[in-house]
């Protein structure tokens, strides 16, 4: 199926592994010019040259989203590489977590900047250059937590829920300039973390993985270029009907929709 993404320029926050890397890997492979950030030059480098040794096309922006400078920077290179900006995938994130009572201001402000405001100033800097290509996709990466949020769970399901919000108001509010915005609402998916876990327990990885899959209804953890295929279908033109809508992508985790 030709999904419409050749000579498309987007833009994918948290780029250089996981989530982020996988889907920049399968938007350069689609056709796209891709703009990936992260704070670590090294692997951005390692990962544009690897786009590009594909023959994709790739510019890599060493940035800290939770700085406004950084995400106005972000854009302006986006814009002065390709030319233009068609999607974003806002992916940066963590997964702090803690008991109430124990989470600082501070980890709760550097929260809320990295994946709410991180968020929010990056789209609103997309937004004029999406508008002058008569449309675009904002996608944002969110936790099924934000929707059913367990205890000892703040601050991150507090920003993934205003994530949703967020995704919902958008949607709405620029349907008319044809930018849709969605949100994938990820559960347990295969990532470095993990890799840490299970070196601190002294087990290998896959075992960690084996067990954690037992909770899971389809019986395993999820990859990340499964996450990237919902992306790259969301940013494409088979999605030109679908806007503010969140995508459970949690092998049947979540108890609701």
């Known amino acids: 199926m030709e999904l419409g ?18 889907t920049a890997e399968r938007l350069a492979a689609e056709g796209a010019n891709v703009v990936i950030c992260a704070r670590r030059q090294e692997l951005l480098d390692e990962v544009v040259g690897g786009i590009r040794a594909a023959g994709g096309k ?25 030319g233009r900006i068609d999607i974003l995938v806002n992916n940066a994130g963590t997964s702090n977590r803690g008991k109430f009572e124990e ?11 990295l994946k709410v405001f991180g968020a929010i100033r990056l789209t609103r800097g997309v937004i004029p250059e999406m508008r002058k290509q ?9 936790n099924i937590g934000a929707k059913q949020p367990k ?23 620029f349907a008319a300039d044809k930018i849709l915005v969605n949100t994938v609402c990820i559960g347990l998916i295969k990532a470095g973390q ?10 290998p990885v896959e075992k960690l993985y084996e067990g954690m899959g037992k909770e899971i209804p389809l019986g395993r953890v999820g990859e990340a270029a499964e996450v990237a295929n919902v992306i790259t279908f969301l940013a494409s033109d088979a999605a030109s009907y679908v806007t503010g809508t969140s995508i459970n992508l949690d092998g049947g985790t979540s ?3």
Do not use: Y
């Not at 854009?75 to 390709?82: C, L, N, R």
């Open 5 to 22: 993404l050749k000579g498309k320029t987007a833009i994918i926050t948290g780029a250089t592994q996981g989530i982020g890397r996988a």
């Open 58 to 82: 790739a510019h890599g922006v060493s940035a800290d989203v939770s700085k406004a400078e950084d995400c106005a920077r972000i854009v302006s290179e986006a814009v002065k590489a390709f």
């Open 103 to 113: 989470v600082s201001d501070e980890v709760w402000q550097a929260d809320l900047d």
């Open 134 to 142: 008569g449309g675009g996709r904002v996608i944002n990466l969110t």
């Open 151 to 173: 205890a000892e769970s703040m601050p991150t399901v507090v920003s993934r829920a205003a994530g949703l919000a967020m995704t919902k108001a958008l949607s709405k509010e």
């Open 194 to 203: 993990h890799d840490t876990t299970a070196a601190k327990r002294g087990i």
């Open 255 to 257: 108890g609701v929709l």
